[in-house]
T-cell receptor, first 116, second 115 residues
């Protein structure tokens, strides 16, 4: 069965420090992987996605993620965190039917707090 | 940038009452979705909708739930007789292509509290 695990429920980092949010997935085929961010009162915004090709993908707001098939992981990173990055981050895998991605299976999310 | 709009942002209802959650998808999108997140749990797929019919629904989406596109702009989720366990954040999303290749556009959610 398809699933996504985000082991860290809550992470606190200092502003300017580097960040890595962990995501592990279980999916029988080549996964389509996504990271979404939800700021307070906002919807889920797509940060980045991986379908194929280069395993290091760049996203918006200075985020990147690396797909590692051997570890079934898709960790999100940012070299220097800004206070505005405080939000909840969701990893998701796309479940495909007939070649198209029809629904997302999400992890439980990681809540990021940023200390001044 | 086009948005998916959900109303209300927060709704409180009594157990057993009917509730309708409303969404206005992006105007040129043809595929619509509802997801929900119970506090502290995962965001879960409920239903997808295309061409005025349900494309797929999850096990959660039982007979108490229904979706409708009553006009050219709104997409609604109805819960006929709410239960305490229906308390959750409900997200609407829309897609132009029916895939998440470009990433769905999600609304900001409706927090439903059943008391």
């Amino acid at each position: 069965a398809q699933s996504v695990t985000q082991p860290d429920i809550h992470i606190t980092v200092s502003e300017g420090a580097s960040l890595e949010l962990r995501c592990n997935y279980s999916y029988g085929a080549t996964p389509y992987l996504f990271w979404y961010v939800q700021s307070p009162g906002q919807g889920l915004q797509l940060l980045l996605k991986y379908f194929s090709g280069d395993t290091l993908v760049q996203g918006i707001k200075g985020f990147e993620a690396e797909f590692k098939r051997s570890q079934s992981s898709f960790n999100l990173r940012k070299p220097s965190v800004h206070w505005s990055d405080a939000a909840e981050y969701f990893c998701a895998v796309g479940v495909r039917y007939g070649g198209a991605t029809n629904k997302l299976i999400f992890g439980t999310g990681t809540l990021l707090a940023v200390q001044p | 940038e086009p948005e998916v709009t959900q109303t209300p942002s927060h709704q409180v209802t009594q157990m057993g009452q009917e509730v309708i959650l409303r969404c206005v998808p992006i105007s040129n999108h043809l595929y619509f979705y509802w997801y929900r997140q119970i506090l502290g749990q995962k965001v879960e797929f409920l239903v997808s909708f295309y061409n005025n019919e349900i494309s797929e629904k999850s096990e959660i989406f039982d007979d108490q739930f229904s979706v409708e596109r009553p006009d050219g702009s709104n997409f609604t989720l109805k819960i006929r007789s709410t239960k305490l366990e229906d308390s959750a954040m409900y997200f609407c999303a829309s897609s132009e292509s029916g895939t998440t290749d470009d990433g769905y556009t999600f609304g900001s959610g409706t927090r439903l509290t059943v008391v």
